[in-house]
């Protein structure tokens, strides 16, 4: 997914020596957003199986130690001074440019066990994504203009697209998207300001409370 407003899709890449696990990130500006591909001595490494990121400390740690070599690790990513897409509802005090946003809300799900007593469990999770876009925002993509809950319905095809194109990038983590609601209007939310939409689906995951 693209963010309308480009706020965190500069794309940096950063080259590291290998035979380590832990790779710091120093962003020239701005913090890291999402991490686009991962080479080690020209080989792609595989996300969840060969490592996973810490956003919170800007760091991929690799789950073994990665092949020696001088600068033989590189590390691509998008960086930004913001991001759009949140665990949590924005703030009603944010400007218009804060807009449009995306939060993510997990929202329910159940777990069994599948065997006996010390056998994994898989639970099944209920997902929330509420889109949120401001009155007056025009957004032009691939030369169509986009505004209100039109652009807010758009990012919501997105997000399911994104899901189907790239469930493989969460596997094993998590798996099986199934999608209970496409993008549905909730109408125009005064507090906010905002035209809101939520898209509704569903992933499973093995022992989940673990991850």
Known sequence: MTDPRSRAE?????EFNGGGTDFSLTPSSGTVSCITGITVTGSAANKWSDYYIDFQNEKVIFYSATAGGTNNVDI???????????PDKAKTSL????????????VGGTGERL???????ESVLHFQVDIWTKENYIAT??????????????????VIKAFEDNINDIHPQLYNFRLLSPPRDMGFNVEYQCFHIIVEFELKGIDTGES
């Open 76 to 86: 691509t990513y998008n960086r930004g001074t913001t991001n759009w897409i949140y």
């Open 95 to 106: 400007g218009a440019t804060s807009f449009p946003r995306l939060n993510i809300l997990l």
């Open 10 to 14: 500069t794309s940096q890449t950063e």
């Open 141 to 158: 993509i691939s030369s169509v203009k986009y505004e209100g809950d039109k652009l807010a319905e758009y990012i919501g095809y997105q």
């Open 115 to 121: 065997g006996q007593y010390n056998s994994n469990i």
